[in-house]
């Protein structure tokens, strides 16, 4: 029986993100995925958004996704003017299609060494204190310390768990495709009783569809002639669609697992949270449950956090999906065309032309202005650390290079040497540095510049300090353990 420290249910983006995170931190990770290979059927979520680039910049990946996609100025929230001078290096949306994101990650899963084993998924467990024994669709079994469900909405692991799954059923069901047409068809939006729908040009001389569906709730995979009954519905023609690259569906169900963690099993992605594609937030927030539980997890294996650290996961990840949750039922409704909604849409499109609120929703859905609770104190605790430039003793450095390999860092920007870590120093790198810039958070404007700051792995503050170092001991034992033996 195979034996690996964790065990991760599918290899999409979430699953990919998550073995590479364990695997930069040496962590013994394979990866189990039910497709025969890396490629998607049909198309996928199609962007990157701020953040998640900032994520994958940390990890010194980024522009491998960059130079692959397109940069889009927009705004995720319908109706919200897009701002250009949030303070990040990254203010876009990065137009790239879930094959290509997944592609990149799996190239670069390889190049950690991180075995995928296709054609391939969990079908049961059992855990004890031991460690989890997995069953798996070949009759085959394997031994992990901790199992991770990324393996959808539909998650075997999550329902293997017992972990509830609650929210709201669907209201409105779409179907995609992307096929040939005979005729010329109309292209762009076209809104009726229904809502919107779209024609759109796709690569190859295809176009692409998205229709609101008559009815909600059909089961099984659409066909072609499904797409053909909704075209005549809405545009009184088929335009002669044929020769279909792929046919799917969607709805805005949105459902939230109760609990992220139950014993040595997790859940994070589609398996923690589903929604409707409105606002482009599955794909990315899966990356950032990823980019949270990956160096928890390490360290708890490494045996030099304490096994309570994976509380942390839930209690920082749940509240975040909660949140995009609640925003994204609130654009599915705005979406409606009948006129109640019209009229709230527009007077709240009249608020949206303001800098402010135009201000708070860009940052809102590039998830720049998350804030884990991590008690009072300086406005950058639990916040994402900005990536200054940073004037070091060994040259010019920006914060998030002193990210890529994963660890956590302190940066003094007082006396040099004023800070020692001793006890740490083997978890935690310490870099004296100056900047001499404003210190700007998207949601907060400027605030006070900090004389040092710890910032996790993940890229978030733990703890800011000045010049009596209060804290600092405690945040160092809370979340990279206890001092090491002198």
């Not at 072609?224 to 690259?245: F, Q, S």
């Not at 599915?332 to 009229?343: E, G, I, M, N, S």
Request: proline share 5%; with cysteine.
């Amino acid at each position: 029986m195979a034996e690996h420290a964790v065990v991760v249910a599918g290899a999409g983006p979430t699953g990919l993100m998550l073995a590479g995170e364990l695997a930069l931190a040496g962590v013994d990770v394979a990866l189990v995925e039910r497709r025969p290979n890396q490629e998607l059927e049909g198309r996928r979520a199609g962007g990157l958004l701020t953040r998640s680039i900032e994520i994958l910049d940390q990890r010194g990946i980024a522009d491998r996704f960059i130079s692959q996609g397109h940069q889009h100025a927009v705004s995720m929230f319908t109706g919200a003017r897009f701002v250009t001078d949030l303070p990040t290096r990254h203010n876009y949306v990065l137009g790239l299609t879930q094959k290509h994101i997944e592609r990149i990650l799996a190239e670069w899963v390889v190049e950690l060494q991180v075995p995928i084993h296709y054609n391939l998924e969990v079908t049961g467990f059992t855990q004890d204190e031991r460690g989890v024994d997995i069953q798996l669709s070949d009759g085959t079994r394997m031994h992990a310390q901790y199992l991770v469900g990324c393996d959808g909405g539909r998650s075997v692991v999550r329902k293997t768990t017992g972990i509830e799954f609650s929210g709201w059923d669907a209201t409105t069901s779409w179907l995609m495709a992307e096929a040939e047409m005979a005729q010329e068809p109309k292209w762009g939006f076209h809104e009726d009783a229904r809502g919107k729908h779209a024609i759109g040009k796709a690569e190859g001389g295809f176009a692409g569809v998205v229709l609101i569906e008559p009815q909600v709730g059909r089961e099984g995979q659409p066909t072609l002639d499904d797409i053909r009954e909704a075209l005549v519905a809405v545009y009184g023609t088929d335009y002669g669609i044929h020769n279909p690259r792929f046919i799917s569906r969607f709805t805005d169900m949105t459902r939230q697992a109760a609990a992220y963690r139950a014993g040595r099993v997790f859940v994070a992605g589609d398996a923690a949270h589903v929604h409707s594609p409105v606002g482009g937030q599955g794909l990315n927030m899966g990356v950032q449950d990823a980019m949270n539980l990956g160096w928890k997890l390490a360290q708890v294996i490494k045996q030099t956090a304490p096994e309570t650290l994976l509380d942390s996961y839930h209690a920082e990840r749940h509240p975040v999906a909660a949140r995009v949750l609640r925003t994204n039922r609130a654009q599915v409704l705005l979406a409606r065309t009948d006129d109640h909604t019209r009229a709230l849409r527009d007077t709240l499109n009249e608020i949206f032309g303001l800098d402010e609120p135009s201000r708070y929703l860009n940052a809102m859905m590039a998830g720049l202005d998350i804030h884990y609770d991590l008690g009072a104190g300086h406005p950058l605790l639990g916040r994402r650390m900005p990536d200054q430039d940073l004037a070091t003793a060994g040259g010019p450095m920006r914060v998030y290079t002193l990210l890529h390999a994963g660890r956590p860092v302190l940066i003094n920007f007082g006396e040099p040497g004023a800070i020692g870590i001793t006890p740490w120093r083997d978890r935690v790198q310490v870099v004296d540095a100056r900047y001499a810039g404003a210190w700007t958070l998207p949601s907060l404007g400027v605030v006070d510049a900090p004389a040092a700051v710890l910032v996790r792995p993940d890229g978030y503050v733990a703890w800011v300090g000045d010049s009596s170092q209060a804290g600092l001991v405690e945040a160092l034992t809370t979340w990279f353990g206890p001092p090491a033996a002198p």
